[in-house]
């Protein structure tokens, strides 16, 4: 993959998923009905939702920022977690078909900007920034 090409793929895709982060995060912070639904069906309490929204607003700032890499794979990393914990309450609860498909698939999303984060690491495209925390 070229560089500008990768680039590109890492920013549209980190930009997209923080979107995602952003706007699951607000719905947990107001309590979103549909959520609070959800949570009260898997045997949470609500204020959960609160903890988690400000997580999930905490995480794509996190995963948007460039100077603090442990930071930044904590984030991802809890996500993953997120995810996990997602998947195995759906399926403790008895839940099946498209409800324990869901925690995949955010999960399958969390891994493109992930995946293209780690290759343009690699291949020094973000060096410059790295320059630039040093100093």
């Known amino acids: 993959m070229r560089p500008k090409t990768l680039k590109i793929a890492y920013w549209a895709s ?17 309590q979103e009905e549909t959520g609070r639904q959800v949570l009260l069906h898997l045997g949470y309490p609500v204020y959960a939702m609160t903890i988690m ?12 920022q460039w100077r603090y890499r442990t930071v930044k794979e904590w984030a991802f990393a809890g996500f993953a977690f997120t995810c996990y914990g997602a998947f195995f309450s759906r399926l403790t609860v008895g839940d ?9 698939i955010f999960f399958l999303l969390m891994l493109v900007p992930y995946y293209f984060w780690k290759r343009a690491e690699a291949a020094g495209l973000l060096a ?8």
């Open 14 to 30: 980190t930009g997209l998923f923080a979107l995602l982060l952003v706007m699951d995060g607000v719905a947990g912070i107001l």
């Open 53 to 64: 929204g400000a997580a999930k607003l905490a995480a794509a700032v996190a995963i948007l």
């Open 96 to 104: 099946s078909g498209i409800d324990l498909l869901f925690p995949i």
């Open 128 to 135: 410059e920034r790295k320059a630039m925390a040093a100093a």
